[in-house]
């Protein structure tokens, strides 16, 4: 783990709110989301369990990003159920981080801060975690400049930073590094490695094999709407049992 990368290390940083009751683990009861009468994601089943790493994959289109979205809560199931543990995802207990990060048109230190203050944490508690966040991602630099003038890498490390700085349990990834270059790549892996390592759940979409080999425990492999495969990411990438994770993966070594 690249530590001089990521400056100071979590310890001393202090939960800006008290140890909640965990929302996981997440259960997927017959999952699935219909538009205009039309499924693009049928009969989800599964188990997102406390601490997780799990990475959501399949090819374009196959409904990877509505399933993180119905997960996250930002839409609703047609049919079937999504149960957290504690009854209700509560949304301070979640984040999630697109492919392109939405930022505001303000400093990186102001971004880090505004997630805290619609927390409503008092201004004393806001700087620290500002001050501490910025220093653990090596953003101390940059803490006064437009989030939106930053490069693609810097960008995206700030909107995991944000997150991070909300001490959510789950963490919902969207294709996090796609647009970007390898090295920013290995320092976005490097973060969700470190975020995994402190306990948070990731769930993340990549169309990257070789990110899912580094940073994935279990695999869910989506195929036009439907969950085909879900198993230990070991075993997914030893033998894939379907036909059509056996294509997807046979076509990332052509490529
Ligand atoms: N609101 C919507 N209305 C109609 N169709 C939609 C809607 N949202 C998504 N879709 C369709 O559902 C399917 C799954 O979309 P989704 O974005 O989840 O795919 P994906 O696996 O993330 O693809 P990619 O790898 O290209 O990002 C696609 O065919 C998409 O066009």
């Known amino acids: 783990m690249g530590r001089g990368t990521m400056g100071a290390g979590a310890a001393g940083m202090k939960p800006v709110r008290d140890s909640p009751a965990s929302i996981l683990p997440l259960a997927l009861d017959g999952m699935g989301y219909a538009v205009a009468g039309k499924p693009l994601l049928s009969d989800i089943t599964l ?16 409904g990877k990003s509505l399933f993180l979205r119905l997960c996250h809560g930002l839409i609703d199931p047609t049919t079937g159920r999504r149960l957290w543990a504690s009854g209700e995802g509560r949304a301070e207990a979640q984040a999630m981080v697109f492919q392109r990060p939405v930022l505001l048109r303000r400093s990186v230190a102001a971004n880090l801060d505004y997630p805290l203050a619609l927390e409503g944490l008092p201004r004393a508690v806001r700087r620290e975690t500002v001050a501490r966040t ?8 940059l803490a006064e400049r437009p989030a939106r003038l930053l490069s693609g890498g810097e960008q995206q490390r700030l909107a995991l930073a944000r997150a991070w700085a909300m001490r ?10 796609s647009a970007l270059d390898p090295s920013a790549t290995k320092i976005i892996e490097e973060m969700v490695a470190q ?34 495969e879900h198993r230990p990411a070991a075993e997914f990438f030893a033998g894939p049992q379907t036909p059509e994770a056996r294509a997807f993966l046979a076509g990332d070594l052509i490529w």
């Open 47 to 62: 188990r997102i369990e406390t601490g997780r790493r799990l990475i959501v994959m399949g090819a374009n289109g196959a």
């Open 134 to 141: 910025l220093d653990r991602f090596g953003l101390n630099a």
């Open 168 to 177: 959510p349990q789950v963490l919902f990834l969207d294709e996090p590094s």
């Open 195 to 228: 975020f995994s390592s402190e306990g948070i759940t990731i769930v993340m979409t990549t169309h990257n094999l070789g990110q899912a080999r580094r940073l994935g425990e279990q695999v869910a492999f989506l195929h036009r709407g439907r969950l085909i």
